[in-house]
């Protein structure tokens, strides 16, 4: 599986943006998928994730720092995995990694190369 993220950009603190995450490959063995950030000098955490594939529904994850303000969501027509941020705050800026893999896998089995998000007070 191979993801390429977008949309990434600099923006003033309570603006919104929406990044975009295009798979492809073997995504039929995909069945979750979901977005990890890191910021300058901290771990890579998750943000938010959806735990069906591209071909059917699922339930959604939220980090408690992004409730209410993040939205995750995909396309399934165009392979494409979207967070939708919302009332962005600086710090959310960090740069942002889609994920793909299996419920209950120890690990994902793809990773993409990120999109830098900054967000200025």
């Known amino acids: 599986v191979q993801l390429a993220e977008s949309g990434g950009g600099w923006l003033q603190a309570g603006g919104s943006l929406r990044l975009s995450c295009e798979a492809s490959g073997s995504i039929s063995s995909i069945n979750a998928m979901g977005w990890y950030r890191q910021a300058p000098g901290q771990e890579r955490d998750v943000v938010a994730a959806?735990?069906?594939?591209?071909?059917?529904?699922?339930?959604?994850y939220y980090a408690d720092s992004v409730k209410g303000r993040f939205t995750i969501s995909r396309d399934n027509a165009k392979n494409t995995l979207y967070l939708q941020m919302n009332s962005l705050k600086p710090e959310d800026t960090a740069m942002y990694y889609c994920?793909?893999?299996?419920?209950?896998?120890?690990?994902?089995?793809?990773w993409g190369q990120g999109t830098l998000v900054t967000v200025s007070s």
């Open positions: 994920v793909a893999g299996r419920v209950g896998a120890d690990s994902w089995d793809a």
């Open positions: 959806i735990s069906s594939g591209l071909s059917s529904g699922g339930e959604t």
